[in-house]
C-alpha cells in the first residue's frame, strides 16, 4: 500500500490488459502505462500499473482512482470508493454497448470516434489521444541518418502486415523487428524479434525513415498510433498509411501513402524531396512535446478525477 503525503495525492492504479511477467513486457500498453504512472508521479500523484490479474482485486478498493486503458479485454469495475476511468486506446470494436456507463468518466483516444461514442452509448467521451515520453523520445536520442534505412517496428498481428509487404517487394531496404515475422520473411530480412523499448527513442531517432501503419478499424475510427508520436517527437522522417485525423494532429509533417505503389514511390525517392526537411520536423518534434506528453495527459485526468470526486 503506498504511503499518503497528506490529503492532496490521489492513489491511482492504472489497470491495462497485459499479463504480468515476461510476456507482458513486449505489450505497448506495458510501456504506455509506465510512462503514464511516471507522469502522475511527477503531477504529485501516487501511481502504479496493475496487470490484468489485478483488475478487480480486493487491492482495488484501497485506491482512490482507477484508470482502466481499454484494450483487448473489459474490466467491470469493483464498486467501493474509488473513482473509475476509462481511456479507450485501442480496439474500439471490442467496446460493448453498455460498458462507458460503467464508469465514473470516459475517454477516447480518438477526436472522431469519441465524438460519435457519446452518441452512440449515451454518455460524455472525452478526446484524449495517445502521447509519447520526451524525456526519453526527442530529437537528442541519436544522430540523424546513422541507424537503420527504412524501420519497422511491430508484430505481425498474425498476417503478412501491407507496410512491410510493399517495403520488401519494393527492394526496400527494410529492418523489421517483432514477433511472428519468420513466418513471412526469411531469417535475413528480420533484425530482430524484440527491440527493447529503452532502445527504441535511439532507433527512431537515427533512422532514415520510420514506417507506421494501422489496424483497418483503428485508422479508419482515427486511433492514431503511438509509433506516430514517438517517433514524430524523435524529428524522425516517418511514412504512415492514412488514419483519420492524423493531418490534423500532425499536419505536413509526417508523409502519408496510399496504397503499395505510392509506398513504393516514396521510399525510392530522394529524401530531401519526398519528406519535410530537418527543420520541419524538429518543429513538429517541439509540438509534440509541449501537446502531446504523458505530462499534459496526465494533468487532464487529474483535473477530471478531481472535479468527479468533488461532486461526491
Not at 476511468?85 to 460493448?96: A, T
Amino acid at each position: 500500500m503506498f504511503k499518503r503525503r497528506g490529503s492532496h495525492p490521489l492513489r491511482w492504479s492504472i489497470v491495462i490488459a497485459a499479463p504480468k511477467g515476461p510476456a507482458g513486457e513486449q505489450w505497448g500498453d506495458t510501456w504506455f502505462a509506465r510512462d503514464l504512472v511516471d507522469a502522475l508521479n511527477r503531477a504529485g500523484e501516487e501511481a502504479r500499473v496493475v496487470f490484468r490479474g489485478g483488475a478487480t482485486a480486493e487491492a482495488r478498493m484501497q485506491d482512490d482512482v482507477v484508470l482502466v486503458l481499454r484494450g483487448l479485454r473489459r474490466v467491470v469495475p469493483r464498486r467501493g470508493e474509488a473513482t473509475w476511468l476509462l481511456w479507450v486506446i485501442s480496439h474500439p470494436e471490442l467496446v460493448e454497448p453498455d460498458e462507458p456507463a460503467d464508469y465514473d468518466g470516459v475517454f477516447a483516444a480518438s477526436d472522431h470516434w469519441g465524438r460519435a461514442a457519446t452518441g452512440e452509448f449515451g454518455v460524455p467521451v472525452t478526446s484524449l489521444l495517445q502521447a509519447t515520453n520526451p524525456r526519453r523520445f526527442s530529437p537528442e536520442a541519436a544522430e540523424p541518418d546513422t541507424g537503420a534505412d527504412v524501420l519497422f517496428v511491430g508484430s505481425t498481428r498474425g498476417e503478412y502486415r501491407p507496410a512491410v509487404r510493399a517495403a520488401i517487394e519494393a527492394g526496400v531496404d527494410l529492418s523489421v523487428y517483432g514477433v511472428g515475422w519468420p513466418e513471412f520473411l526469411p531469417p535475413d530480412r528480420i533484425s530482430g524479434e524484440f527491440l527493447a523499448n529503452e532502445d527504441l527513442p535511439a532507433a527512431y531517432a537515427a533512422a532514415g525513415v520510420v514506417l507506421n501503419d494501422h489496424w483497418s478499424d483503428m485508422a479508419s475510427e482515427g486511433f492514431l498510433s503511438n509509433r506516430l508520436f514517438d517517433a514524430a517527437a524523435c524529428a524522425s522522417r516517418v511514412l504512415s498509411d492514412p488514419a483519420t485525423g492524423l493531418d490534423e494532429v500532425f499536419g505536413d509533417a509526417i508523409r502519408t501513402y496510399g496504397g503499395p505503389e505510392e509506398l513504393a514511390v516514396t521510399l525510392r525517392a530522394d529524401r530531401a524531396s519526398a519528406f519535410p526537411d530537418r527543420q520541419a520536423r524538429l518543429d513538429l518534434a517541439v509540438c509534440v512535446a509541449r501537446d502531446h506528453s504523458f505530462d499534459a495527459r496526465a494533468a487532464v485526468l487529474i483535473e477530471r478525477a478531481k472535479e468527479l470526486r468533488r461532486r461526491r
